[in-house]
């Protein structure tokens, strides 16, 4: 997952954002996201995770 391509950011747009996964009690999963820099995300046959994804600063580049 590349955030600058999954979320069509402009590029006034802040570059890094940290994501949890939604269900988690403790929001498991704590990564950073950053634009232009492609994550795996593993999921097994059927999964389904739905991930929250909050910007790590206001400003861009």
Do not use: C, W
Request: no cysteine; hydrophobic share 35%; net charge negative.
């Amino acid at each position: 997952m590349d955030a600058q391509t999954a979320f069509e950011l402009p590029m006034s747009a802040p570059r890094e954002y940290a994501i949890r996964e939604q269900s988690a009690p403790n929001g498991e999963l704590p990564e950073t996201l950053r634009a232009g820099q492609p994550r795996q995300i593993d999921l097994k046959p059927f999964e389904v995770r739905v991930l929250v994804a909050e910007p790590l600063s206001r400003s861009g580049r």
